[in-house]
T-cell receptor, first 112, second 111 residues
Framework: DGGITQSPKYLFRKEGQNVTLSCEQN?????MYWYRQDPGQGLRLIYY???????QKGDIAEGYSVSREKKESFPLTVTSAQKNPTAFYLC???????????FGPGTRLTVT | GEDVEQSLFLSVREGDSSVINCTYT??????LYWYKQEPGAGLQLLTY?????DMKQDQRLTVLLNKKDKHLSLRIADTQTGDSAIYFC???????????FGAGTRLAVHP
């Protein structure tokens, strides 16, 4: 059964700690994305990767880092430099056919 | 720059039709999409329309595209309580594989 998985669903961290969110896909998609969603707001693009070992900053990359060592995996690290990290984080992947993106279930990160 | 705008809230009675509107700015967009997000979940692709189409129907969903006015709408016939969610429209940006999302329209269905 193909899809995108994100883990964990809920994550709690203390301020000043780095935390890594997992995103895995078995859809054989080349492109992967990370978005941040705040209450009552739309999606803001953090980073995206079109191919293995390559990624680009999105609109709000400051305080975040990513890697793309495998086609299936695109982990996101929220660093202590991110001033307001509490949010809902969504991972997506897409094929170049119609450019539609498929989303994982999301990870809700709470930093206190 | 690229921007997608939606009204933030829509309330309808169960059984009525819902119409969610969206305006976009990139006239070169090839595809436009509608996504649904239920509370605490990811986004689910509902439907898409290619830019050379005016209308697309898929069961209870009808998408209308007015390219001249850069206006996109999603009509849900016979709206049910299970349709209560946030609906996002999105356009393909000029960059490869990037989607620009609206802020989302929260649809509330009441008896």
């Amino acid at each position: 059964d193909g899809g995108i998985t994100q883990s964990p669903k809920y994550l709690f961290r203390k301020e000043g700690q780095n935390v890594t969110l997992s995103c895995e896909q078995n859809l054989n998609h080349d492109a992967m994305y990370w978005y941040r969603q705040d209450p009552g707001q739309g999606l803001r693009l953090i980073y995206y990767s079109q191919i293995v070992n390559d990624f680009q900053k999105g609109d709000i990359a400051e305080g975040y880092s990513v890697s793309r060592e495998k086609k299936e995996s695109f982990p996101l690290t929220v660093t202590s430099a991110q001033k307001n990290p509490t949010a809902f984080y969504l991972c997506a992947s897409s094929t170049d056919k119609r450019y539609e993106q498929y989303f994982g279930p999301g990870t809700r990160l709470t930093v206190t | 720059g690229e921007d997608v705008e939606q009204s933030l809230f829509l309330s309808v009675r169960e059984g009525d039709s819902s119409v969610i509107n969206c305006t976009y700015t990139d006239s070169s967009s090839t595809y436009l999409y509608w996504y649904k997000q239920e509370p605490g979940a990811g986004l689910q692709l509902l439907t898409y329309i290619f830019s050379n189409m005016d209308m697309k129907q898929d069961q209870r969903l009808t998408v209308l595209l007015n390219k001249k006015d850069k206006h996109l709408s999603l009509r849900i016939a016979d709206t049910q309580t299970g349709d209560s969610a946030i609906y996002f429209c999105a356009e393909v940006s000029g960059g490869y594989n990037k989607l620009i999302f609206g802020a989302g329209t929260r649809l509330a269905v009441h008896p």
